[in-house]
């Protein structure tokens, strides 16, 4: 059987090491998982796809996460196991473990097994608890109450470039009816798309199983309620039925005795008339009337009899006859109410495409759906975002990531991420008159392109990342030779809990590291000796605009970072990474490593980095960037566009800069005194111009005449009146 498996593998692409012996200790799980075949061969056949699934998962995982793909995924990848949490190092910072996933164990109880290294994950600081939480019933996977799952769900959503704010609600988003495009058929701009509106009211408990108060749902609570009724009336009956049953065999017995009864009478009546018939033939006659008296009364006794047999078995035939029809199943005639009921139902039925869709009516619940699943309906908030996945987007999760996220050198800050891939779609059709489900990999559902086998790996935390792993029952990647370079070789010790809450689910670990120190990402305090440091919180001490730093900072930045082209050209990836994360106007989070190499590789465009980095800076410098990149890509019409849109502050820079060439000093600087005047009049010089109010910027009359004035001020006061304006 084990032949039988390589043979299927050979079809998979890169799958012809697998007949070799290093391919056996390359993907010891396969060998350790099917090499035993003592099932049958229905069995063995899904075991050899499931080991193609697992196979085709990987490669995808490893062309996703390192951008290329090798015969054996797993010399690259190093799929790991979620063990629990703990503290580390000398400030005790709160960690959640992970070890090499080991195949040969994988039934063995975590507390159980050897773990002769991992790695710790930092937590950021402030959400340790919300993340423990999470995870706690995660990993205990009992069901647990609407009420309390509603709690949690915010623990999941809340929080900036998660899973919940990365998902592709307006590309994913199934649109059979689509509702997404205009009357022409061209898509409509993303911000309008409900996906992510629609996820978040499911977190919030929108059309929960059997919590809908929609007139269908009403009507069908109704329904099934009555017909609960009907089902207990049946069995308090069941034993009239029993009774019904056997009276029925007891007149099956009388109406045979009937039968039998009157055939021995008719019997009895013949040998009398036969008796009779041979004294009539006889010479002697009647001997005297007491002879013809006892004849005739036998004669009236033996048709008395007949009569008397033949009346019983009629009504005993009746009786039985009855008791069968009374026994044959009847259509009960449908009462008045359940009309009513199944009409409302028929008439508020939904054609929805997931559950939760804005702008359709709500999904009527089945009976169990009503009844037994609304009771307990998740055992954890991820559970409810895989429900969501699976029906919203129609994808599932094939694997989970964890990656270094820092663009520092020097610095390891780990993210997570989840892996999405496409699922087709169910219809079903009819052959011969008979119904056959299909599985139809060319319809996209509405959206544009994305089919069956799309994949996407989609940012998320690593506590996130490790939540729907365990909701998803998929393993967790990491890089080998990140894995090499973070993990610690120390043995980890379980310690027992001592509490019973759900909480002290999870293990608690210890390591006897002492000699480690983990700081925080951007106190500009690097660890000792690991380079892992713990990502930031949430800036919770923000005000309204955004300030981290000085809540008596004007409402526009006045820093103008990159004023030149060749200031741009000059920094470095670090450099660029640091200049963002010192801005107060960015908010948002860098990109990952992953991703510029992802941007360097496919050439053209600006990366993720510039992508972000843009927006802020100069105006003038931006625009001559986005024309030099124009004329690069030899986008004549862009560069058009670009030119004629170019503000007079940049275009008194751009003379300014001819006249430097020409060794014009003079007007160099006059036309610098120009853009300096421009600028002056902006209030905020990173915007277009013409993309905020003009009434916020100083009018050209104005701020000529106070530079006039603070000029000649300076002539009479000297440095006397300095700063103020």
């Known amino acids: 059987m084990f032949r039988e498996i390589i043979i299927v593998l050979l079809c998979l692409p890169h799958s012809s090491a697998f007949i070799s012996k290093q391919s056996t200790s390359s993907y010891p799980f396969l060998w350790e998982r099917y090499n035993s075949f003592d099932d049958g061969n229905e069995v063995a056949n899904n075991k050899i796809e499931d080991a193609k699934k697992k196979f085709t998962s990987y490669s995808i995982i490893e062309k996703l996460l390192t951008g290329m793909t090798s015969d054996h995924p797993l010399e690259k990848l190093v799929p790991l196991d979620f063990v629990g949490k703990g503290t580390i190092g000398t400030k005790d910072t709160p960690c959640l473990f992970l070890t090499e996933k080991n195949y040969r164990n994988n039934n063995q109880n975590t507390r159980e097994r050897n773990h002769s290294s991992s790695l710790?994950?930092?937590?950021?600081?402030?959400?340790?608890?919300?993340?423990?939480?999470l995870l706690s019933f995660a990993w205990k996977n009992e069901p647990i109450s609407k009420s309390l799952c509603l709690t949690l769900n915010p623990l999941l959503i809340n929080r900036d470039g998660g899973l919940f704010d990365n998902l592709p609600y307006a590309k994913w988003t199934i649109d059979p009816s689509k509702r997404n495009r205009d009357a022409s058929g061209n898509a409509v701009e993303e911000k309008y798309h409900l996906g992510k509106r629609d996820c978040y009211n499911r977190f919030m408990g929108k059309d929960w199983y059997g919590r809908s108060l929609s007139i269908g749902n009403m009507a069908a609570r109704a329904k099934y309620i009555l017909e609960g009724e009907e089902k207990d009336?049946?069995?308090?009956?069941?034993?009239?039925?029993?009774s019904t049953t056997l009276a029925l065999r007891i007149l099956e017995l009388e109406v045979k005795e009937g039968k039998m009864a009157v055939a021995e009478s008719e019997e009895q009546l013949a040998i009398l008339r036969t008796e009779i018939t041979d004294l009539d033939d006889s010479n002697n006659g009647y001997e005297n009337d007491a002879m013809i008296a006892e004849y005739y009364d036998a004669w009236d006794a033996r048709v008395q009899m007949i009569q008397d047999a033949k009346q019983s078995l009629v009504e005993t035939e009746e009786k039985l006859f009855e008791l069968q029809?009374?026994?044959?199943?009847k259509s009960k005639p449908t009462p008045f109410v359940t009309n009513i009921l199944n009409a409302i139902i028929n008439v508020q039925q939904s054609d929805a495409p997931y559950r939760g869709a804005t702008g359709y009516k709500p999904q009527i619940d089945e009976k169990n759906e009503m009844f037994e699943k609304s009771i307990l309906p998740y055992?954890?908030?991820f559970e409810l975002m895989k429900e969501i996945i699976d029906e919203q987007l129609n994808a599932e999760v094939i694997g989970c990531i964890i990656e270094d996220s820092s663009l520092f050198n020097g610095s390891v800050i780990f993210g997570g991420g989840v892996v999405l891939q496409r699922k087709g779609r169910i219809k079903e059709i009819s052959i011969?008159?008979?119904?056959?489900?299909?599985d139809d990999s060319d319809d996209d559902f509405g959206n544009n392109g994305i089919k069956k086998g799309e994949t996407l790996l989609v940012e998320c935390d690593t506590?996130?990342?490790?939540?729907?792993?365990i909701a998803c029952n998929v393993d967790i990647f990491m890089e080998k030779k990140e894995w090499d370079k973070s993990r610690l070789s120390t043995p980890?010790?379980?310690?027992?809990?001592?509490?019973?809450?759900?909480?002290?689910?999870?293990?608690?670990?210890s390591s006897s590291i002492d000699a480690i120190t983990i700081e925080t990402q951007g106190e500009g305090i690097m660890s000792e000796n690991t380079k892992i440091q713990a990502p930031r919180g949430s800036p919770l001490d923000m005000t309204f605009f955004g300030s981290k730093k000085d809540d008596k900072r004007p409402v526009f930045d006045t820093a103008i970072p990159i004023q030149s082209l060749e200031e741009f050209d000059s920094m470095s990836i670090q450099d660029k990474a640091q200049l963002l994360t010192?801005?107060?106007?960015?908010?948002?989070?860098l990109p990952r490593p992953r991703v510029l190499k992802i941007n360097q590789d496919d050439g053209g465009g600006f990366n993720a980095l510039d992508k972000q980095l843009l927006p802020l800076i100069d105006e003038s410098t931006r625009r001559e960037i986005m024309i030099r990149k124009a004329r690069e890509e030899g986008n004549i019409d862009e560069v058009d566009s670009l030119e004629s849109e170019k503000s007079a502050r940049q275009i008194a820079k751009r003379n300014a800069a001819i006249a430097r060439e020409e060794g014009n000093d003079t007007l160099a600087e006059r036309w610098e005194k120009e853009a300096e005047l421009y600028a002056d009049l902006r209030a905020d010089v990173t915007q277009d111009e013409g993309s905020y109010s003009r009434f916020l910027d100083r009018d050209l009359w104005y701020e000529k005449t106070r530079q006039k004035i603070s000029e000649k001020n300076k002539k009479r006061f000297g440095s006397l009146l300095d700063g103020i304006e």
Not at 120 to 133: Q, R
Not at 463 to 469: H, T
Not at 497 to 507: C, K, Q, S, T, V
């Open 379 to 381: 055992s954890s908030p």
């Open 582 to 589: 010192s801005l107060d106007s960015f908010d948002g989070k």
């Open 120 to 133: 710790p994950i930092p937590l950021a600081n402030g959400s340790e608890e919300n993340s423990v939480k």
């Open 325 to 329: 029809q009374s026994l044959l199943p």
């Open 463 to 469: 506590d996130e990342a490790i939540g729907m792993a």
């Open 432 to 438: 011969n008159g008979e119904k056959v489900e299909l």
């Open 492 to 509: 980890l010790v379980f310690e027992e809990a001592e509490g019973i809450g759900n909480l002290d689910i999870l293990p608690t670990l």
């Open 233 to 242: 009336t049946d069995q308090d009956t069941s034993f009239k039925d029993n």
